[in-house]
């Protein structure tokens, strides 16, 4: 039996994605993260599919490049990214882990899951 799965895309719809359904979130206060309001759910890269082809996305990184930020090229919505697994406090890059922006799932109520904390400023 597989896990279910939610689903969601940019405002216009030009970037979608199909992941496990979460059952946290999180909030990360980098500047990145906290000027764009999103809230994360995370998975491994096998578990996440890109629907739309790899080429139709923008991406942004700064700081330390470790991470990659997608976003929509046409609406502008902050829809996924990469980065190294940082849960012990330090990148780990053998253990890459995927971010999707569950603002932007079709009909998914996150609004009774568990919200942690990132700080995504001092990693």
């Not at 998975?43 to 739309?52: A, G, K, Q």
């Not at 700081?63 to 697994?85: E, L, Q």
Request: proline share 7%.
């Amino acid at each position: 039996m597989t896990n279910p799965t939610i689903k969601g895309s940019c405002h216009c719809g030009a970037v979608q994605w199909e992941a496990p359904e979460p059952t946290k979130l999180a909030r990360c206060n980098c500047s990145f993260c906290d000027r764009i309001g999103a809230e994360w759910a995370h998975c491994s890269p096998d578990e996440f599919r890109l629907i739309t082809a790899p080429e139709r996305l923008s991406a942004y990184q700064f700081g330390t490049f470790t991470g990659v930020h997608y976003h929509c090229p046409n609406c502008g919505s902050a829809t996924h990214g990469t980065s190294p697994d940082y849960s012990t406090g330090t990148a780990n890059f053998d253990n890459p882990i995927v971010g999707y922006n569950v603002r932007m799932a079709h009909d998914f109520d996150r609004s009774q899951l568990p919200v942690e904390q990132h700080d995504g400023r001092n990693y």
